[in-house]
């Protein structure tokens, strides 16, 4: 009863920080759900080893940075590279980790 009840506790907690609401996160969470209706659980664990999933994260990752979420220099000179790379490997990280987490969760409530 005890693990029911944490469980909605992080579900909640998930919603009321806003992090469920980051793009990178809600297009993890929907590809997860693509990847649990599409793809068998065999070939799962291969979708996941292979390097071009995580480059396509990059790329999704670097394209929201760039368009949504740019990250300036002080006073505005310039966009802040630094910055920005390590939202861009943040933003990849969110993606692919709420997809991992999204198969897991169905996995789990599904017994």
């Known amino acids: 009863m ?3 009840c944490n469980l909605f506790k ?12 980051n793009p990178m996160v809600l297009g993890g969470i929907v ?7 599409k793809v068998e659980e065999k070939q799962l664990f291969s979708f996941y080893k292979d390097y ?20 300036y220099n002080d006073g505005g000179n310039g966009l802040d590279w630094k ?3 390590a939202n861009i490997l943040g933003g990849a990280f969110l993606f692919v980790f709420s997809s ?4 897991s969760f169905v996995w789990m409530i599904s017994f």
């Open 2 to 4: 005890a693990r029911c």
């Open 10 to 21: 992080g579900i909640i907690a998930l919603f009321t920080s806003g992090l469920i609401f």
């Open 31 to 37: 590809l997860g759900g693509i990847i649990l209706a």
């Open 52 to 71: 071009h999933f995580y480059l396509f994260a990059l790329f999704l990752s670097f394209l929201y940075n760039v368009f949504f979420k740019r990250v």
């Open 83 to 85: 910055n920005m790379a």
């Open 100 to 103: 991992l987490m999204m198969i």
